[in-house]
């Protein structure tokens, strides 16, 4: 590892692709004015139906800068940014009935349907998903505001409420970030949890146990791979390259998830020990700012083994990648950055 440096081929190579992968910093304002006319649009609706729109924050990647502009669809790449907008309603309407939170979701539907009558939507179990033509995608996720301006209630498609709050996880990842940028060196956070979504997108699309088509099986959900990020930030950092820091992520996230240890937070909930964690769940992964949100809480040992896998085989080919490189012989570097990334990364890393 002493001999990587910001000149390394491997380093080069996987800066590239980072930034091929990102959405294009030239379209930001473009999409937040698309953004901008989504809630008008959809606001608007809801209020004609009575409904008081408490507040339309910025949410997920976009608000941390973590996002894809492309996705990993078997071996080939898919165009599209998605974009979580949440649109936070008062508990009672204008007229001073009681919202029902179980009918959140089918009214936001009908709301997305009527304001974009000719774009594509589908319905997820906590979101509308809205599609336009420019490979933007919109989640539309309602949510019930509560008296802490800075705590929502999240309706899932079961009638499942979930207590969460959308500026404590943007704080969550965007603090992480800003720590990383004191650290000498290209290599950020956010940077580190884009490239993992993408090495996600690819071993999933490679998986007999996860799928992102087959709706009898899981997919490993962006949430899981960051939270899974956050806690290789904080245990090792980021180093001055990609190849080390990646290296030693996966590393550590290999022994983690093959132990079964589980991944939790103290930035918002100051007293969790893993003492208080329920012992009959196989792995916990804990929602950073609602503990009792076990993310991965319907596991099974089949899964858990897959992504111990996933990360070990990685951290291997990873370490032959940046032998090789070491060796000056890039063409097989190459290679092993290839089995980790797909056949993308070939394409697209020079």
């Known amino acids: 590892m002493s001999n990587l440096n910001t000149k ?4 080069v190579r996987m800066r590239n692709f980072v930034d091929w992968i990102a959405p294009d910093p030239d379209k930001r304002d473009a999409v937040e004015q698309h953004r901008k006319g989504v809630k008008e649009k959809v606001s608007a609706k809801a209020e004609e139906d009575r409904l008081i729109i408490k507040s339309m924050p910025k949410a997920g990647s976009f608000a941390k800068k973590t996002g ?3 996705y990993k669809r078997g071996d080939a790449e898919q165009e599209g940014q998605d974009i979580d907008q949440p649109f936070v309603v008062e508990p009672t309407d204008s007229e001073g009935n009681k919202v029902e939170g179980s009918k959140l979701l089918d009214k936001f539907d009908n709301y997305v349907g009527s304001a974009y009558p000719d774009s594509e939507k589908e319905r997820t179990k906590r979101s509308i998903k809205l599609k336009f033509s420019s490979a933007i995608y919109f989640d539309i996720v309602p949510m019930l505001a509560t008296k802490n301006d800075e705590e929502q209630v999240i309706i899932q498609s079961n009638g499942d409420e979930v207590t969460s709050s959308v500026q ?7 603090d992480r970030t800003d720590d990383s940028n004191q650290v000498k060196g290209r290599v950020k956070f956010n940077e580190c949890v884009r ?3 993408w090495w996600n ?3 999933t699309s490679q998986s ?4 992102l088509t087959d709706n009898t099986k899981k997919e490993v959900p962006s949430f899981v791979i960051n939270l899974l990020a956050a806690k290789a930030y904080d245990e090792i950092d980021v180093c001055e390259t990609y ?4 290296f030693k992520w996966f590393g550590k996230l290999a022994s983690l998830v093959r132990n079964s240890r589980p991944i939790f937070f103290n930035d918002y909930t100051k007293n969790l020990k893993e003492k208080d964690l329920d012992d009959t769940i196989l792995w916990s992964v804990i929602d950073p700012v609602t503990s009792d949100n076990v993310v991965t809480r319907k596991w099974d040992g089949a899964e858990i083994d897959e992504l111990a896998q996933w990360l070990e085989e990685s951290r291997d080919a990873m370490a032959r990648a940046i032998r090789y490189d070491g060796d000056g012989e890039d063409a097989k570097s190459l ?4 089995k980790i990334f797909g056949n993308s990364f070939k394409n697209h890393c020079d």
């Open 195 to 197: 490239i993992l979504k």
């Open 208 to 211: 007999a146990v996860f799928s």
């Open 335 to 338: 290679e092993w950055l290839v």
């Open 8 to 11: 390394s081929k491997i380093h």
């Open 68 to 70: 894809l502009r492309r």
């Open 243 to 246: 190849p080390e820091t990646l």
């Open 168 to 174: 404590k996880h943007n704080s969550f990842t965007r």
């Open 201 to 203: 997108s690819h071993h």
